[in-house]
Protein backbone atom coordinates (compact mmCIF):
# COMPACT_ATOMS: atom_id res chain seq x y z
CA UNK A 1 0.00 0.00 0.00
CA UNK A 2 1.35 3.75 -0.58
CA UNK A 3 -0.22 6.69 0.50
CA UNK A 4 0.55 10.41 -1.06
CA UNK A 5 -0.02 13.14 1.09
CA UNK A 6 -1.40 15.52 -1.58
CA UNK A 7 -1.04 18.82 0.77
CA UNK A 8 0.04 19.14 4.20
CA UNK A 9 -1.02 22.61 5.20
CA UNK A 10 -4.25 24.19 6.89
CA UNK A 11 -6.81 25.74 6.26
CA UNK A 12 -5.39 28.94 4.46
CA UNK A 13 -1.87 27.33 3.21
CA UNK A 14 1.27 27.84 3.75
CA UNK A 15 2.14 30.85 2.67
CA UNK A 16 -1.41 32.68 3.76
CA UNK A 17 -2.57 35.20 1.31
CA UNK A 18 -0.81 38.29 2.42
CA UNK A 19 2.50 39.79 3.53
CA UNK A 20 3.74 43.05 3.58
CA UNK A 21 4.55 42.55 -0.70
CA UNK A 22 1.79 40.22 -1.50
CA UNK A 23 4.08 37.61 -1.80
CA UNK A 24 2.25 35.60 0.91
CA UNK A 25 2.60 35.58 4.74
CA UNK A 26 4.95 33.17 5.81
CA UNK A 27 5.01 33.54 9.49
CA UNK A 28 7.31 31.61 11.19
CA UNK A 29 8.39 29.43 8.09
CA UNK A 30 11.50 29.85 5.92
CA UNK A 31 10.11 30.97 2.44
CA UNK A 32 13.61 29.55 1.03
CA UNK A 33 12.92 26.00 2.53
CA UNK A 34 10.18 24.40 -0.23
CA UNK A 35 9.06 21.89 2.23
CA UNK A 36 7.42 24.81 3.58
CA UNK A 37 5.00 25.54 1.13
CA UNK A 38 2.17 23.73 1.85
CA UNK A 39 -1.41 23.52 0.00
CA UNK A 40 -4.47 22.03 2.00
CA UNK A 41 -4.38 18.63 3.83
CA UNK A 42 -5.25 15.89 2.00
CA UNK A 43 -4.12 11.96 0.72
CA UNK A 44 -4.54 9.50 -2.00
CA UNK A 45 -4.19 5.78 -0.68
CA UNK A 46 -3.26 3.43 -3.55
CA UNK A 47 -3.79 -0.57 -2.89
CA UNK A 48 -1.59 -3.29 -3.68
CA UNK A 49 -4.00 -3.60 -6.87
CA UNK A 50 -3.58 -0.14 -7.86
CA UNK A 51 -6.92 0.83 -7.20
CA UNK A 52 -6.89 4.32 -5.36
CA UNK A 53 -9.02 6.04 -2.32
CA UNK A 54 -8.92 9.90 -2.34
CA UNK A 55 -9.39 11.41 1.12
CA UNK A 56 -10.78 14.90 0.65
CA UNK A 57 -10.93 16.72 -2.07
CA UNK A 58 -9.52 20.10 -1.34
CA UNK A 59 -9.25 23.48 -3.20
CA UNK A 60 -5.78 22.46 -4.80
CA UNK A 61 -6.85 18.96 -5.59
CA UNK A 62 -6.33 19.71 -9.73
CA UNK A 63 -2.55 20.91 -8.87
CA UNK A 64 -2.12 18.30 -6.31
CA UNK A 65 -3.10 15.53 -8.88
CA UNK A 66 -1.08 16.45 -11.49
CA UNK A 67 2.19 17.73 -9.37
CA UNK A 68 2.05 14.00 -7.50
CA UNK A 69 1.19 12.23 -10.88
CA UNK A 70 -1.77 10.39 -9.48
CA UNK A 71 -4.06 9.16 -12.65
CA UNK A 72 -7.09 8.73 -11.36
CA UNK A 73 -9.30 7.60 -8.52
CA UNK A 74 -11.42 4.69 -7.72
CA UNK A 75 -13.90 6.19 -4.71
CA UNK A 76 -13.65 9.21 -2.36
CA UNK A 77 -14.04 9.99 1.79
CA UNK A 78 -15.02 12.72 3.02
CA UNK A 79 -13.55 12.99 6.38
CA UNK A 80 -15.52 16.10 7.15
CA UNK A 81 -17.44 19.24 5.08
CA UNK A 82 -15.20 22.11 6.20
CA UNK A 83 -14.30 24.18 2.79
CA UNK A 84 -10.54 23.16 3.07
CA UNK A 85 -11.82 19.70 2.43
CA UNK A 86 -14.49 19.68 -0.40
CA UNK A 87 -14.67 22.42 -2.72
CA UNK A 88 -12.40 21.08 -5.19
CA UNK A 89 -15.35 18.82 -6.14
CA UNK A 90 -15.93 20.31 -9.48
CA UNK A 91 -13.15 18.79 -10.81
CA UNK A 92 -14.06 15.43 -9.64
CA UNK A 93 -15.64 15.39 -12.78
CA UNK A 94 -12.18 15.07 -14.96
CA UNK A 95 -12.03 12.07 -12.18
CA UNK A 96 -15.35 10.43 -13.77
CA UNK A 97 -14.16 10.74 -17.27
CA UNK A 98 -11.24 9.06 -16.17
CA UNK A 99 -13.11 6.50 -14.18
CA UNK A 100 -15.90 6.27 -16.99
CA UNK A 101 -18.52 5.93 -14.17
CA UNK A 102 -19.65 7.79 -11.63
CA UNK A 103 -17.85 7.75 -7.93
CA UNK A 104 -18.54 6.76 -4.56
CA UNK A 105 -18.36 9.24 -2.02
CA UNK A 106 -18.49 8.21 1.58
CA UNK A 107 -18.59 10.38 4.51
CA UNK A 108 -21.32 10.39 7.95
CA UNK A 109 -24.69 11.64 7.21
CA UNK A 110 -24.50 14.85 8.51
CA UNK A 111 -21.33 15.47 6.33
CA UNK A 112 -22.94 14.01 3.48
CA UNK A 113 -25.85 16.53 4.11
CA UNK A 114 -23.87 19.66 4.41
CA UNK A 115 -22.05 18.91 1.13
CA UNK A 116 -24.90 17.84 -1.09
CA UNK A 117 -26.65 21.58 0.43
CA UNK A 118 -23.90 23.29 -1.10
CA UNK A 119 -23.21 20.88 -4.27
CA UNK A 120 -26.10 19.09 -4.77
CA UNK A 121 -25.96 18.99 -8.75
CA UNK A 122 -22.65 16.49 -7.88
CA UNK A 123 -24.91 13.91 -6.65
CA UNK A 124 -27.76 14.07 -8.72
CA UNK A 125 -28.16 10.97 -11.10
CA UNK A 126 -25.56 10.14 -14.13
CA UNK A 127 -27.02 10.70 -17.53
CA UNK A 128 -25.02 9.33 -19.69
CA UNK A 129 -22.60 9.44 -21.57
CA UNK A 130 -20.94 12.24 -20.90
CA UNK A 131 -19.89 13.61 -17.44
CA UNK A 132 -19.80 17.66 -17.66
CA UNK A 133 -20.16 17.99 -13.73
CA UNK A 134 -18.95 15.75 -11.24
CA UNK A 135 -21.30 12.58 -10.47
CA UNK A 136 -20.91 11.39 -6.83
CA UNK A 137 -23.28 8.20 -5.35
CA UNK A 138 -23.46 9.06 -1.52
CA UNK A 139 -22.40 6.22 0.62
CA UNK A 140 -23.52 7.08 4.36
CA UNK A 141 -20.96 5.46 7.20
CA UNK A 142 -21.11 5.57 10.46
CA UNK A 143 -18.08 6.34 12.56
CA UNK A 144 -18.04 2.61 13.95
CA UNK A 145 -18.20 1.24 10.14
CA UNK A 146 -15.57 -0.67 8.69
CA UNK A 147 -15.97 -0.74 4.82
CA UNK A 148 -14.59 -2.09 1.94
CA UNK A 149 -13.50 0.09 -1.08
CA UNK A 150 -10.89 0.83 -3.71
CA UNK A 151 -9.26 -2.44 -2.76
CA UNK A 152 -9.07 -1.77 0.42
CA UNK A 153 -10.24 -2.38 4.21
CA UNK A 154 -10.98 0.75 6.04
CA UNK A 155 -12.17 1.01 9.63
CA UNK A 156 -13.46 4.52 10.61
CA UNK A 157 -13.44 6.08 14.09
CA UNK A 158 -14.20 9.21 15.76
CA UNK A 159 -13.18 12.84 16.20
CA UNK A 160 -13.35 15.46 17.90
CA UNK A 161 -12.52 19.33 15.95
CA UNK A 162 -14.21 21.52 17.93
CA UNK A 163 -17.54 21.98 17.26
CA UNK A 164 -18.05 19.45 14.35
CA UNK A 165 -16.80 15.69 14.34
CA UNK A 166 -14.39 14.28 11.69
CA UNK A 167 -13.83 10.94 10.67
CA UNK A 168 -10.31 9.05 11.24
CA UNK A 169 -8.78 5.86 9.21
CA UNK A 170 -7.18 2.89 10.11
CA UNK A 171 -5.89 0.93 7.09
CA UNK A 172 -4.05 -1.88 8.01
CA UNK A 173 -0.46 -0.49 9.61
CA UNK A 174 -1.54 3.17 8.26
CA UNK A 175 -3.59 5.42 10.41
CA UNK A 176 -4.78 9.49 9.07
CA UNK A 177 -5.83 11.77 11.32
CA UNK A 178 -6.40 15.73 10.21
CA UNK A 179 -8.28 18.02 11.81
CA UNK A 180 -8.22 16.75 15.52
CA UNK A 181 -8.09 18.06 18.43
CA UNK A 182 -9.57 15.31 20.55
CA UNK A 183 -9.09 11.62 20.61
CA UNK A 184 -11.39 9.55 22.90
CA UNK A 185 -10.73 5.88 24.31
CA UNK A 186 -12.72 4.73 21.39
CA UNK A 187 -10.28 6.62 19.01
CA UNK A 188 -7.11 5.08 20.55
CA UNK A 189 -8.70 1.66 20.38
CA UNK A 190 -9.24 2.04 16.82
CA UNK A 191 -5.34 3.24 16.46
CA UNK A 192 -3.69 0.21 19.11
CA UNK A 193 -0.86 -1.16 17.02
CA UNK A 194 -0.51 1.56 14.61
CA UNK A 195 2.53 1.38 12.64
CA UNK A 196 2.42 4.54 10.72
CA UNK A 197 0.38 7.71 11.79
CA UNK A 198 -0.24 10.78 9.86
CA UNK A 199 -1.79 13.21 12.82
CA UNK A 200 -3.03 16.98 11.86
CA UNK A 201 -0.68 19.34 14.23
CA UNK A 202 -1.33 22.89 13.61
CA UNK A 203 0.78 24.93 15.68
CA UNK A 204 3.53 24.67 18.32
CA UNK A 205 1.80 25.61 21.23
CA UNK A 206 -1.88 25.40 22.33
CA UNK A 207 -4.67 25.57 23.49
CA UNK A 208 -6.35 25.66 20.07
CA UNK A 209 -10.18 25.28 20.21
CA UNK A 210 -9.84 22.96 16.74
CA UNK A 211 -6.84 21.78 16.18
CA UNK A 212 -4.30 19.45 18.61
CA UNK A 213 -0.70 21.60 19.33
CA UNK A 214 2.27 19.59 19.36
CA UNK A 215 2.44 18.98 23.03
CA UNK A 216 -0.74 17.29 23.24
CA UNK A 217 0.55 15.27 19.60
CA UNK A 218 3.45 14.11 21.67
CA UNK A 219 1.19 12.94 24.38
CA UNK A 220 -0.77 10.58 22.18
CA UNK A 221 2.06 9.37 20.32
CA UNK A 222 3.78 8.65 23.79
CA UNK A 223 0.13 6.71 24.09
CA UNK A 224 -0.07 4.99 21.38
CA UNK A 225 3.61 4.24 20.27
CA UNK A 226 4.12 4.15 16.65
CA UNK A 227 7.04 3.37 14.67
CA UNK A 228 6.67 6.24 12.53
CA UNK A 229 4.23 9.50 12.74
CA UNK A 230 4.21 11.60 10.42
CA UNK A 231 2.82 15.83 11.17
CA UNK A 232 0.38 17.30 8.08
CA UNK A 233 -2.23 19.93 8.86
CA UNK A 234 0.31 22.32 9.61
CA UNK A 235 0.40 26.13 9.64
CA UNK A 236 2.93 29.04 9.30
CA UNK A 237 4.16 28.08 12.80
CA UNK A 238 5.61 25.02 11.90
CA UNK A 239 8.78 25.82 9.83
CA UNK A 240 10.47 22.54 8.63
CA UNK A 241 14.09 23.34 9.98
CA UNK A 242 12.95 24.09 13.49
CA UNK A 243 10.43 20.81 13.13
CA UNK A 244 13.50 18.68 12.15
CA UNK A 245 16.05 19.99 15.07
CA UNK A 246 13.47 19.57 17.65
CA UNK A 247 11.09 16.93 17.02
CA UNK A 248 11.73 13.60 19.07
CA UNK A 249 12.99 10.25 17.06
CA UNK A 250 10.50 8.28 15.41
CA UNK A 251 8.09 11.84 14.77
CA UNK A 252 8.36 13.70 11.39
CA UNK A 253 7.41 16.43 10.01
CA UNK A 254 5.29 16.06 6.23
CA UNK A 255 5.38 17.39 3.17
CA UNK A 256 3.12 18.01 0.09
CA UNK A 257 4.60 14.79 -1.93
CA UNK A 258 5.90 12.51 0.31
CA UNK A 259 4.97 9.35 -0.21
CA UNK A 260 4.80 6.87 2.99
CA UNK A 261 5.21 2.88 1.68
CA UNK A 262 2.96 0.73 4.49
CA UNK A 263 4.00 -3.20 4.56
Known amino acids: MKVTLLGTGGSAGVPMIGGADGSGDWGACDPAEPRNRRTRSSIVVESDDHQRLLVDTSPDMRLQLLDRQVPGADAILFTH ?25 FATQPTLDEIIRRFGYAFRPWDP ?6 VLVANPVEPTDTIETAGLTIRL ?3 QHGR ?28 NGVETWVVGCFLRQGPHSTHADLTTVLSWVARLKPRRTVLTHMGTEMDWAWMQANLPPGVDPGYDGMVLTIG
Not at 86 to 100: E, F, Q, W, Y
Open 81 to 105: AHADHITGIDDVRILNRIANRPLAA
Open 157 to 159: FKQ
Open 164 to 191: VETLGLRIGGFGYSTDVVQLDDAAFAAL
Open 129 to 134: PWFYRP
